[in-house]
């Protein structure tokens, strides 16, 4: 059964309109992360969420916002939406161990689906 | 700067051949490497972790610092090996880096 759950598996968007992504997992892990991978290219972290702690990473553009409302879920908003947006946007998650000290040796991902976004 | 380099995008090899997919990292610091695979119509997941040591459907990872290279091996590939393969660095703070990946293609 998937623990880590994507929908929708396609989203078709147009040029400019906001587009959610859902996330939700049965694993209660603490850590929910979002990658974006385009063509060919390695998947690239965006963000992720410790806990109920938000954390961008540098390079993650303005137009990319993410919501966790509790241990389950977490979405991927993508406030206005460009043609270079179009991609395979992957979420994961993982039991942290890092954080409280522990091994980051042992922080395993698990990963859903992923959600196809195009833009037209 | 890129921190994971699979230099790699194909290899194909046919079945019964060693396999070795490679991986440099960049980082300075103790680097935790990890191999995800993806199968046909599959989502990602973990294949094996530099911090186990362990040999995974055959395949094992050794970290060489002074190369800074995690290259997968295999020394007799199956059919049922054909996937994507990505390396991962794990870095403080939840931070992934992954490589672009190498498609194995293994011919019967």
């Known amino acids: 059964d ?3 759950i994507q929908n929708p598996r396609y989203q078709v ?3 400019g309109k906001p587009v959610t992504l859902s996330c939700s997992q049965t694993l209660n ?3 929910m992360y979002w990658y974006q991978q385009k063509s060919s290219q390695a998947p690239k972290l965006l963000f992720h969420y410790y806990d109920k702690d938000f954390n961008n990473e540098a390079d993650t553009p303005d137009n990319f916002q993410s919501r966790r409302p509790n241990t389950s879920f977490c979405f991927l908003d993508i406030r206005s939406p460009g043609l270079g947006d179009a991609a395979m946007y992957l979420c994961a998650t993982s039991r942290d161990l890092w954080g409280l000290g522990g091994d980051r040796g042992k922080n395993i ?3 859903g689906a992923g959600t196809r976004l195009s833009v037209l | 700067a890129q921190r994971v380099t699979q230099p790699e995008k194909l290899l ?11 991986c440099n990292y960049s980082y300075s610091g103790s680097p935790e490497l990890f191999w995800y695979v993806q199968y046909s119509r599959q989502r990602l997941q973990l294949l094996l972790r530099h911090i186990s040591r362990e040999s995974i459907k055959g395949f094992t990872a050794d970290l060489n610092k002074g190369e800074t290279s995690f290259h997968l091996k295999k020394p007799f590939a199956q059919e049922e ?5 990505y390396c991962a660095l794990s870095l403080p703070f939840n931070k992934f880096y992954f490589g672009s990946g190498t498609k194995l293609n293994v011919k019967p």
């Open chain 1, 2 to 4: 998937a623990m880590v």
């Open chain 1, 13 to 15: 968007t147009q040029f």
């Open chain 1, 29 to 31: 892990h603490n850590v």
């Open chain 1, 109 to 111: 991902q698990y990963f």
């Open chain 2, 12 to 22: 194909s090899v046919f079945k019964g051949a060693p396999v070795e997919l490679k």
């Open chain 2, 81 to 85: 090996d054909s996937a994507m393969y």
